[in-house]
């Protein structure tokens, strides 16, 4: 079965800071990506997603994301964080079976935690 | 101009009660889903419905019963809440099946 792992619960990082959410992925298919973020006490908005073609991937508030087939990654990142960057983010993946029976499988989650 | 709204965004309620939980998007989206989000924040799908029918489920007891009057609508209904059932229950909808788009959720309480 298709997994998604986020080594890191928390990354407490300052602001202005780069910082680096990493996600790992089990499947020797190709699979759909995706990162969420979650903000306290609301629902989940898109950042970016990875379908097919350019590797690196832009994604909304200045964020970015590498796919790599061979190590099964999706690791999300940021050249500068600010604090309004502190949330909740999930890495996802939908196996490839097409349809309308796609079904988001997430991560645990890593909540980003920027410090003044 | 809301994409896709729940409410109420939250219920408490007293165990072996029956609730429902309500989804609308105005976003012309064939498929709808549910998820529910534990007290550890890991979320996991429960249903999903495609055009009205119900295309995914995933193993939820029987007391879930989700239903969908027309393509904008998702509602859920619990019967006979348990403790196990409080979490944040999240609607979203897709037009790809693809990319996702999610409501606020609504937090149930049952105590």
């Known amino acids: 079965a298709q997994s998604v792992t986020q080594l890191d619960s928390q990354v407490p990082v300052f602001e202005e800071a780069p910082v680096e959410l990493r996600c790992n992925y089990s499947?020797?298919?190709?699979?759909?990506l995706f990162w969420y973020v979650q903000y306290p006490n609301q629902g989940l908005q898109l950042l970016l997603k990875?379908?097919?073609?350019?590797?690196l991937v832009k994604g909304i508030n200045g964020f970015e994301a590498e796919f790599n087939k061979s190590q099964t990654s999706f690791h999300l990142r940021k050249p500068s964080v600010h604090i309004s960057d502190t949330a909740e983010y999930f890495c996802?993946?939908?196996?490839?079976?097409?349809?309308?029976?796609?079904?988001?499988?997430f991560g645990t989650g890593t909540l980003l935690a920027v410090q003044p | 101009d809301t994409a896709v709204s729940q409410t109420p965004k939250y219920l408490v309620t007293q165990m072996g009660n029956d609730k429902s939980i309500k989804c609308e998007q105005n976003?012309?989206?064939?498929?709808m889903y549910w998820y529910k989000q534990d007290s550890k924040k890991f979320l996991k799908i429960m249903f999903s419905?495609?055009?009205?029918?119900?295309?995914i489920n995933e193993t939820v007891p029987n007391r879930f019963s989700p239903k969908s009057p027309d393509k904008a609508h998702l509602n859920l209904h619990i019967n006979s809440l348990e403790l196990g059932d409080s979490a944040v229950y999240f609607c979203?909808?897709?037009?790809?099946?693809?990319?996702?788009?999610f409501g606020p959720g609504t937090r149930l309480t049952v105590t």
């Open positions: 990875y379908l097919s073609g350019s590797t």
């Open positions: 979203a909808s897709s037009p790809t099946g693809l990319e996702q788009y």
């Open positions: 419905y495609n055009n009205k029918e119900l295309i």
């Open positions: 996802a993946v939908i196996p490839p079976y097409g349809g309308a029976t796609n079904k988001l499988i």
């Open positions: 976003l012309g989206h064939d498929t």
């Open positions: 499947s020797s298919v190709s699979v759909y």
